[in-house]
């Protein structure tokens, strides 16, 4: 340890714990946009791919994978939210705020979720029953 400055001890490396892990939430932050960004430009090859192989469904996958990379890039930068509050601004303000985000973040998630599955998660199990009694049902195998 060097010596103290802004409350916060600075070690040899000139960085607080305060610091590093600010720094910490920033990559953690970069990573969530990168999901975000690289994932959406795969999805969009592989829609491309499909577009030009003709498949019916193209549009439909293009949906279902960009929510699915939108919905892990959120995880990802909530993970990066409570880290701040919790370690870089406890404060009670901050503490608001991060409530009101990860609200926001998870009726995204919901919103997303239920676009790609057609189902709120609460209703899944409804449309797996109803696929179980299709496949089962004497006239669904001709």
Not at 39 to 68: T, W
Request: glycine share 10%; charged share 20%.
């Amino acid at each position: 340890m060097v010596g103290r400055s802004g409350g916060g001890r600075r070690y040899r490396w000139g960085m607080s714990y305060e610091d590093f892990v600010s720094e910490v939430v920033k990559v953690i932050e970069g990573v969530g946009a990168a999901i975000m960004v690289i994932g959406g430009l795969f999805a969009f090859a592989r829609y491309a791919q499909q577009v030009v192989a003709h498949a019916s469904v193209s549009y439909r996958q293009l949906r279902a994978n960009l929510g699915r990379v939108i919905l892990l890039g959120l995880e990802v930068l909530i993970i990066a939210d409570i880290i701040r509050t919790i370690v870089v601004d406890p404060s009670l303000q901050s503490v608001g705020v991060l409530g009101v985000i990860v609200l926001i973040r998870i009726m995204l998630s919901f919103s997303l979720e239920a676009e790609i599955e057609g189902a709120w998660p609460w209703n899944r199990w409804r449309l797996q029953l109803a696929a179980r009694a299709a496949q089962t049902s004497p006239g669904a195998r001709d």
